[in-house]
């Protein structure tokens, strides 16, 4: 794991610990995994991996409870649009929760390129509650609070047009 990647591991390690929360090898190596990818993560790839790393057949609930687990410790979001989750922005710095540039983990919007897989997350802070809001004048209460939207890349996008 790369140097900065262990620092990441660190701070999380440490803030999920705070909370009293017990980090188990299993929970421990998923961390790994997600660290160590880019882009979505998928259950099935963060099995393969657990599988290559064990003499036992891993099942495929073991990781989705430890994604799920990260998920709910506000280290992942988890993607229903996409199958998969990806690693929250702030998980990356020392902010915490809610990074000073406004990013809070609950409101915010994520692009997901379809064809490979890179995310950028983006706060949505004023907008979410206006969202909010507006949900809530019509009686609906919001179930997820983040959106994700799915498309290019403008990686994938000039490599597209390059090749046309």
């Known amino acids: 794991m790369?140097?900065?990647?262990?620092?990441?591991?660190?701070?999380?390690?440490?803030?999920?610990?705070?909370?009293?929360?017990?980090?188990t090898p299993l929970r421990e190596q998923v961390l790994d995994i997600v660290l160590q990818s880019e882009g979505v993560i998928k259950a099935y790839t963060v099995l393969a991996h657990m599988q290559r790393n064990s003499d036992s057949v891993?099942?495929?609930p073991t990781a989705y409870r430890a994604l799920?687990?990260?998920?709910?410790?506000?280290?992942?979001?988890?993607?229903?649009?996409?199958?998969?989750y990806v690693l929250c922005n702030h998980a990356r710095h020392e902010?915490?929760?809610?990074?000073s540039g406004g990013h809070h983990h609950d409101?915010?919007?994520?692009?997901?390129?379809?064809?490979c897989g890179a995310i950028d997350e983006q706060s949505l802070s004023h907008e979410w509650n206006a969202l909010q809001k507006a949900a809530s004048l019509s009686?609906?209460?919001?179930?997820?609070?983040?959106?994700?939207?799915?498309?290019?890349?403008?990686?994938?996008?000039n490599s597209a047009s390059r090749e046309s």
């Open 107 to 115: 409101s915010s919007f994520i692009l997901v390129c379809t064809e």
């Open 58 to 60: 891993v099942a495929p």
């Open 139 to 157: 009686g609906f209460r919001l179930k997820e609070e983040h959106v994700v939207l799915t498309g290019l890349c403008r990686n994938c996008r």
């Open 95 to 99: 902010c915490g929760s809610q990074c």
């Open 68 to 84: 799920d687990f990260w998920a709910d410790a506000g280290i992942l979001h988890k993607i229903p649009a996409v199958n998969g």
């Open 2 to 23: 790369m140097p900065m990647m262990k620092e990441i591991k660190q701070r999380i390690l440490h803030k999920i610990r705070q909370q009293g929360v017990q980090i």
